[in-house]
């Protein structure tokens, strides 16, 4: 029996067993009553089982649906059985596609995850992920490559390279980084990052060799120090071997003898002053050069104590006010939070500041406004950090960075080592030296000490 309609087939059914009962009923009464009852009993048994099977159609569609959904199996295919009716066919029809778009969805996330894959695998930089246990999740060409560790499934590997290297790998919280230097052949920087795959958590690992970078940056610094060397080395011996080669001309011409001894005119005798003088103040000045170089590359590491800023303020004020106010300038400070301490090397501070206020002095020479401030506190990322502003003639633009190369200077006098000097000393305490400047109104410069380096 087909039906067109599946609300149709059910209501034809409960009929055909209602119509069983009544006409069972009827007939029980009779003569045969056991037989007839023993039969509708079948009839009834079977009708019902009928019906069942009928409304079970729908939920084994269903289940089978979900099944799909939950394993992941998308070759499924609902038919459309014409004999259910229409709502079969539309439930079919939407059942199939929704099996069609879950399976787009996954081809799709399927080639991007392949994607990721042949990326990781071909980009430069080593990458290492690792669950907390330490196993090794994924790992790349280039890591690889560039660990040589044999049978590496686990982070502890790490060790077999160098014990130091996995140490500050698993002290390493997420966002940071560090360098370290390997056997001389390897100089890696290590960046780490967090997140969670299926409800656990996991590391991910960069590693770059940096030697070839640093190398080729240490080369750059050293071709920019002979050039400043040879330009100062230059400016000084070329007078002096000129001024030379003119009194040995004086000393061959102008010098006659006489009893008992020579006789010089008295302009060649001037001559001759002059020109010794003149060799006697280039060489001082070469001097002086070479002790400021020695002075760059002989900074001694710092002697780290903590401290309170305000204190140090306070003692510079007083060194600096007799100068300052020679210049009509006067020195502010003011520290958020007042008892805001620094772990640092606080005579190294001081100079730095000291430096720092005497250049302010100088550009301040024609300013209106002669205030300088010295202001303490923290940086949005609770970084230590203390800033001398002035409102002098300010720095250009491209000028901005080149003040913190050695030697090189924009004033009138000055051997242009004090700020080179002052962020070398900063780098030492693991923090920086920065400056930010509008020209003819305002400049700062600012000292961030490296994390760790606080108080409270």
């Not at 509708?40 to 089982?49: C, D, E, N, P």
């Not at 002095?361 to 203390?386: F, N, Y």
Request: with cysteine; net charge positive.
């Amino acid at each position: 029996m087909g039906f067109r309609s599946f609300s149709a087939g059910i209501v034809l059914r409960v009929l055909l067993i209602v119509l069983t009962v009544t006409v069972g009923m009827f007939y029980l009464s009779g003569d045969n009553a056991l037989l007839t009852g023993i039969l509708s009993a079948v009839i009834l048994t079977i009708q019902t089982l009928n019906l069942i099977s009928y409304c079970n159609t729908t939920n084994r569609k269903i289940t089978r649906f979900l099944d799909s959904i939950r394993y992941s199996d998308f070759s499924s295919s609902f038919t459309r059985d014409s004999k259910l009716g229409r709502s079969f066919k539309e439930m079919n029809l939407s059942f199939n596609e929704v099996i069609a778009a879950f399976k787009k969805t996954r081809a799709e996330k399927e080639e991007q995850v392949l994607f990721l894959r042949i990326m990781v695998q071909h980009i430069n930089t080593g990458i290492i992920s690792f669950e907390s246990q330490g196993k090794i999740g994924v790992i790349n060409g280039a890591a690889k490559q560039l660990l040589q560790i044999p049978q590496f499934k686990d982070i502890h590997d790490l060790g077999k390279l160098s014990e130091e290297l996995l140490k500050k790998v698993l002290e390493l919280t997420p966002g940071g980084s560090f360098s370290i230097r390997i056997n001389g052949d390897l100089h890696l920087n290590v960046q780490s990052s967090a997140f969670k795959m299926d409800g656990q958590s996991w590391t991910l690992l960069s590693f770059q060799n940096i030697k070839t970078e640093l190398q080729k940056n240490e080369l750059k610094a050293w071709q920019n120090l002979t050039k400043v060397l040879r330009h100062e080395i230059m400016n000084s011996m070329t007078p002096i071997a000129s001024l030379a080669n003119s009194l040995g001309t004086i000393l061959r011409e102008d010098v006659v003898p006489a009893k008992p001894g020579m006789v010089i005119n008295n302009d060649s005798f001037q001559d001759l002053s002059e020109g010794l003088a003149t060799i006697s103040k280039r060489s001082n000045g070469l001097v002086d050069f070479v002790n400021a170089y020695r002075d760059y590359t002989n900074i001694p590491h710092p002697k780290l104590k903590s401290f309170k800023v305000s204190v140090l303020f306070e003692h510079v004020c007083v060194l600096m006010k007799k100068e300052l106010s020679a210049s009509g300038i006067c020195l502010k400070s003011q520290c958020d939070p007042i008892d805001l301490r620094v772990c640092a090397d606080r005579e190294m501070v001081q100079m730095i500041l000291i430096n720092l206020i005497k250049n302010a002095k100088e550009a301040m020479e024609k300013a209106t406004q002669r205030t300088i401030v010295l202001t303490a506190g923290k940086t949005s990322h609770a970084i230590p950090m203390i800033q001398v502003t002035d409102h002098g003639e300010g720095i250009v633009p491209e000028a901005a960075e080149r003040i913190f190369v050695p030697f090189y200077t924009t004033k009138k006098s000055g051997s242009g080592i004090g700020l080179a000097i002052s962020r070398q000393m900063m780098h030492l305490h693991q923090g920086s030296l920065e400056v930010a400047s509008l020209p003819g109104e305002m400049t700062t410069f600012t000292l961030l000490f490296g994390p760790g380096k606080g108080g409270g």
